[in-house]
């Protein structure tokens, strides 16, 4: 009797072990899928937060877009830390802008494959800018008509400081009241952006119209590209000039062929807008603006005195 109970209690205890281990296991795996689908629902959640806040970045660009020729400027503030990638493909006829939003979230990047893309937006910037609070300014660029509206994103974390600019310069920056765009009044923590020499982290320099950042040179023509060059990287500068050019070259045939048809009303027009579509087409960087730019003038000066204007 003494071993019957003996094998009965064993045969209890392995019972309620296994009954122990089953409900565990099971608890388990009710467990991991409930992590597994709160994950992928926040994952599916932060994507679409990311696009979203894409989108919403090029819903403010719009009113950025203007015909005056002045500067404008907005901020786009946001709740957490984030990054917002700038990407530029020639690929088309005009190309394509393109933001990719990364937020942090949990302590971590977020990461997506999803684009916001544009055809008519021109961002220029740094690869990526990161923080909570970005300005937003804007100049229009003419070449010798006007192209686009060019538009400089940097974050608020980035302080850029401009060593003795020349008046005008001056002048439109202390207009826009931008914080973090300072006049000569420089911090530590200052991107020093020198005119003319000095000790600075990026330098302009206007008689040979170029950017210098280390050993990279932006060669730009106009305030418009100068500041361009000074807020952006190298990739992203190349590329959306060229995008510029790409629109430059379809404008330059529709003028081209609204010249044909003035002629009939009996103006006359002598502009080589043929062959300024034929440099913008074949740009390759910035070494070939100084070309474009100076047939771009003399066809302004034509245009300025012609009976009939083409623009």
């Known amino acids: 009797m003494l071993n019957l109970n003996f094998k009965n209690s064993g045969r209890g205890y392995l019972e309620i072990s296994f009954s122990w281990f089953f409900a565990v296991l099971v608890g388990i795996m009710i467990l991991s899928l409930a992590i597994f689908a709160v994950t ?7 994507t679409a ?10 819903i403010l660009l719009n009113p950025l877009e203007t015909s005056f020729e ?15 990638f700038n990407k530029c493909s020639n690929n088309g006829i005009f190309g394509k802008q393109s933001f990719q939003i990364s937020q942090m979230s949990l302590n971590k990047w977020t990461q997506t494959d999803l684009n ?14 990161e923080g909570k609070k970005f300005y937003l300014f804007s100049k229009p660029f ?8 060019l538009i400089f994103i940097t974050s608020v974390n980035d302080e850029y400081c401009f060593v003795n600019p020349p008046e005008e310069i001056s002048d439109e920056l202390l207009a826009l009241n931008q914080g973090n765009l300072l006049v000569n009044n420089c911090s530590d923590k200052s991107i020093r952006v020198c005119f003319g020499g000095g000790n600075c982290d990026i330098s302009v320099n206007y008689n040979l119209n170029y ?79 100084a070309s474009i730019s100076r047939l771009a003038d003399e066809i302004k000066e034509k245009n300025d005195v012609a009976e009939c204007k083409l623009w």
């Open 40 to 46: 992928k629902l926040i994952k599916v959640g932060q």
């Open 142 to 149: 003419d070449m010798p008509f006007k192209i686009a509206d």
């Open 211 to 289: 950017v210098t950042k280390g050993s990279q040179k932006f060669y730009f023509e106009g305030d418009a590209l100068m500041y361009a060059a000074v807020f952006s990287d190298k990739e992203v500068y190349e590329c959306q000039l060229k995008r510029l050019m790409q629109r430059g070259e379809q404008l330059s045939l529709l003028y081209k062929n609204k010249a044909a048809f003035v002629v009939w009303t009996g103006c006359k027009s002598n502009l080589d807008l043929l062959g300024l579509s034929n440099l913008q087409k074949s740009f390759v960087n910035s070494l070939g603006l």
């Open 49 to 58: 937060q990311d696009v979203k806040v894409g989108k919403e970045i090029g």
């Open 116 to 129: 916001v893309s544009f055809v008519n937006k021109y961002v220029f910037s740094n690869g990526f800018v």
């Open 70 to 84: 002045v500067g404008k400027t907005t901020s786009l503030s946001l709740p957490v830390e984030t990054r917002i």
